[in-house]
């Protein structure tokens, strides 16, 4: 596609569900990204990949967090026995190699576990 | 210490003023530099990207490094309503970038 698509634009969510983010990087893309940014903060590093493997996953909080990309195009974020704590923006970026020329991010999923 | 630091502002300008946004660093070992501006409920748009010290300018837009220093700015001049946005800068060595917390600018007409 054109740009890197997010869906949902917004997801409600109980504490204690599970929730899946989807990221659909721009078509040739090889390298993409996980960020999460909190209000007034710039976006955190959660996970990379390269092609289908999770290059760096360093930036993972804890274990409830999970990401695949199976045929290294499409990404989903997981979220198991989400917290309040969980609530945030989810940003997808997607670059050629290694992203040394820079990002181009989607639009987000902002979530809110209530 | 945080990786990068960068005023939150807000910053508020008239229209047509000079604007400076500047971060400092504290790892010797970023080597990319970048500015990305972020519209609300948006995602960063890349604006500017520089490797290793010196000027680069688009428009604008010019975006400094001073990496003995550990300091970088981005200027706007002649600046525009449109401007108003949050201004992040990001660097990185590899894999990750690391982002400043932003700082929020408003161009008043």
């Given at each position: 596609g054109a740009g890197v698509s997010q869906t949902p634009s917004n997801k409600v969510t109980e504490k204690g569900k599970y929730?899946?983010?989807?990221?659909?990087?721009?078509?040739g893309h090889t390298a993409l990204y996980w960020y999460r940014?909190?209000?007034g903060q710039g976006p955190e590093f959660l996970i990379y990949f390269q092609g289908t493997g999770a290059a760096d996953d360093s930036g993972l909080p804890?274990?409830?967090?999970?990401a695949v990309r199976p045929e290294g195009s499409v990404s989903t974020l997981k979220i198991q026995r989400t917290e309040r704590g969980d609530s945030a923006v989810y940003l997808c970026a997607s670059s050629?190699?290694?992203?040394?020329g820079g990002y181009t991010f989607g639009s987000g999923t902002r979530l809110t576990v209530v | 210490q945080k990786?990068?630091?960068?005023?939150?502002?807000?910053?508020?300008?008239?229209?047509?003023?000079?604007?400076?946004l500047n971060c400092t660093y504290s790892n010797s070992a970023f080597q990319y530099f970048?500015?990305?501006r972020q519209y609300s409920r948006k995602g960063p748009e890349l604006l500017m990207y520089t490797y290793s010290s010196g000027n680069k300018e688009d428009g604008r837009f010019t975006a400094q490094v001073d990496k003995s220093?550990?300091?970088?700015?981005l200027f706007i001049r002649d600046s525009q309503p449109s401007d108003s946005a949050t201004y992040l800068c990001a660097m990185n060595t590899g894999n990750q970038f690391y982002f400043g917390t932003g700082t929020s600018l408003t161009v008043i007409p």
């Open positions: 929730v899946e983010l989807r990221c659909d990087p721009i078509s940014q909190s209000l804890n274990d409830r967090f999970f050629h190699g290694q992203g040394e | 990786e990068v630091e960068q005023d939150p502002g807000p910053l508020s300008v008239p229209e047509g003023a000079i604007v400076s970048m500015w990305y220093s550990k300091y970088i700015s």
